[in-house]
Nanobody, 126 residues
Framework: QVQLVESGGGLVQPGDSLTLSCVAS????????MAWFRQAPGKEREFVAI????????HYADSVKGRFTISRDNAKNTVYLQMNSLKLEDTAVYYC???????????????????WGQGTQVTVSS
């Protein structure tokens, strides 16, 4: 069983930066694929970024590529999402997800993850 706790959300202006954190309980954090998803009002939860198990690789949604960076600190059981050049359309609740057995073809679909955090609100407004 893994528990995930996100933090770092807030209200920012377009062009600002923000860093989200997700701390995981339990052992063997490095063996988990960690991902960030987001959900805007009235929309489905969408994939944002992924850090695959053992830090083997990362991948980003096209909408955030070049602006967001996912990283992990296995010693701290923490995954981060550095968000730069934020846009109005980045406004959403951001969720951290984890799974130790998810296969490559399933990693971009929210319903395939077993563990979720409670979410943290990011609001980009002028």
């Amino acid at each position: 069983q893994v528990q995930l706790v996100e933090s770092g959300g807030g209200l920012v202006q377009p062009g600002d930066s923000l860093t989200l954190s997700c701390v995981a309980s339990g052992r063997s954090f490095s063996s988990y694929t960690m991902a960030w998803f987001r959900q805007a009002p009235g929309k489905e939860r969408e994939f944002v970024a992924i850090s695959r198990r053992y830090g083997s690789s990362t991948h980003y949604a096209d909408s955030v590529k070049g602006r967001f960076t996912i990283s992990r600190d296995n010693a701290k059981n923490t995954v981060y999402l550095q968000m730069n050049s934020l846009k109005l359309e980045d406004t959403a609740v951001y969720y951290c997800a984890a799974d130790s057995r998810i296969i490559l073809s399933s990693q971009y679909t929210a319903s395939n993850y077993n563990y979720w955090g409670q979410g943290t609100q990011v609001t980009v407004s002028s």
